[in-house]
């Protein structure tokens, strides 16, 4: 069977950073820090008391306020980018087959806010009458995908993935072997979340991952910066819409890039801990090469992982060593999670967006707050400042809690 060639015709973004894909890449590109004190919650009794929060954000611009109502914010995300994507694509769903258009989106952990306040209801009340009949609706992590196949009416393949980090990128690879095989002609995928709340905050807390410089937090994301000290929570979503290369070009869609790789590893070692050396993401990187049907000096641009963790930014760099040998050190590596924070499972969607922006627009976007190299850490990061170099082929990497490894390989469009 021959594998047909999956395009990306469109994109939405909502991020700590901006809201809308010009917001996003403009950030990006300007070194813009998405960090700042929560404003959600009351924090003074957390270890933590910062994020990388969506701001200006109002669910209403997309959808009536009984559905802002009946929706968790995880999912105001997903709808409202997914209206972004749809209008970047300029599909007229009139002139499509629905039956051949699916919707694979994920969240990491779904209705938080929802499930806090559904049980705060119960627990005041001491009874079950003041649960919503909307909280199993609201909460699970499917409703994102299945509340925007509802909404546009799209009857292809549909459901969620949730693989903690690595969700978003498992919603986009399941997408792209969806098309290939043929079991759709465009595909939805993607993932969102908004889990800055105060069990997610504690629980994190808790495990020691988050980083704690309350007085310092516009410097706290700082991947391969020695004095990192654990992640900074961020909240949003990405959105893209995947499409096969001869329905694209029959309808004269615009094409950003095309998807031509994906390696998806398990660790099988710890539940939070990477494998020593990095070794599931340097088996992930080498099968999206393998899958791409290119060397591994086609390679200009990897978008990290790049958690400001003290084991996953070593790891990482150590995989992309083994994976790339001299090559690593001409390639440029870049962490975009310095200025959005950890978007958790809406990671993989956000940053395969700026991967496919970095190929389009030749610019590589910085990893800033680097100020202080782990020595350990010795690859060109491109840091503190955008850098500018001609990309044929990037990968997009995510990992995940339970030992979860994805790699995107995304291509220069040519015709």
Known sequence: MNKRRVVVTGMGAITPIGIGLK???DGLLEGRNGVGPITKFDTSKFDTKFAAEVKGFLPEDYMDKKSVKRMDPFTHYAIATACMAF????????????????????????????????HWNYFESKTPRHISPYFVTMMISDMAAGQISIRFGLKGPNY????????????????????????????????????????????????????TWNDRCLEASRPFDKDRNGFVMGEGAGTLI???????????????????????TGDAFHITAPAPGGEGAVRSMKEAIRDAEISSTDISYINAHGTSTPYNDINETNAIKTVFGDHAYNLIVSSTKSMTGHLLGAAGGIEAIATILAIKNDIIPPTINLTNPDPDCDLNYSANKSTKKKIDYAISNTFGFGGHNA?????KFEE
């Open 87 to 118: 209008e970047d694509a300029g599909l007229n769903l009139n002139n499509v087959d629905k039956e051949k258009f699916g919707v694979i989106y994920g969240s990491g952990i779904g209705g938080m806010v929802t499930l806090e306040k559904q």
């Open 160 to 211: 969620a993935t949730t693989s903690a980090c690595a969700t978003s990128s498992h919603a986009i690879a399941d997408a792209f072997m969806l098309i290939q095989r043929g079991s759709a002609d465009l595909m939805l995928c993607g993932g969102s979340e908004a889990a800055i709340t105060e069990m997610s905050i504690g629980g994190f807390n808790a495990m020691k991952a988050l980083s």
């Open 242 to 264: 995947l499409e096969d290369y001869e329905h694209a070009v029959k309808r004269g869609a615009k094409i950003y890039a095309e998807i031509c790789g994906i390696g998806l």
């Open 23 to 25: 917001e996003f890449w």
């Open 407 to 411: 790699s995107l390989l995304f291509k």
